[in-house]
């Protein structure tokens, strides 16, 4: 079985956000698995489909991103999953529009999505893609920052590493994860 994870908002205004990177990665997920998250439980969405013969599940926690962890824990609990079942996507700060970055474990960095997961899981070893939004322009807070939509130029580029989080999102259904890190890790 494996679980992915995309961490976002859930309603309209957070619709295509920066904060919403990891919603918009289980989107795309979702229609080129032919997995609809069209179910509602573990206080969240989610889709059951088979890929390789494998489970897979691809979960928008509808918890607000702070409260993350509390809908990832409740699906790891119902079907009895370990961490090595997880993969969780996210926006980052830390790293330029355009750049992603795997990991097999890791700190929160300070992003409430990722802490309210580790509080959760009381673990920080679980596997993650982060998603890279940039940093604020000088004088702009987070908050705003993070639940503005990219511009229009950064948009482009975004589409693009939302296709190259999915192909390594679908990599990891065949490989091990450090291989995909290989793969992906530039």
Known sequence: MKIIAGLGNPGKQYEQTRHNIGFAIIDLLSARLNIPVDQSKFKGIYGIGHVNGQKVILLKPLTYMNLSGESIRAVLDYYDAGLDDLLIIYDDLDLPVGKIRLRQKGSAGGHNGLKSTIAHLGSQEFKRI????????????????????????EQEVIDEVAGQCADACEAWLQKPFLQVMNDFNQ
């Not at 982060?130 to 130029?153: A, C, I, Q, T």
């Open 130 to 153: 982060r998603v890279g939004v940039g940093r604020p322009p000088h004088g702009m807070n987070v908050p705003d920052y993070v639940l503005g939509r990219f511009l229009k130029e």
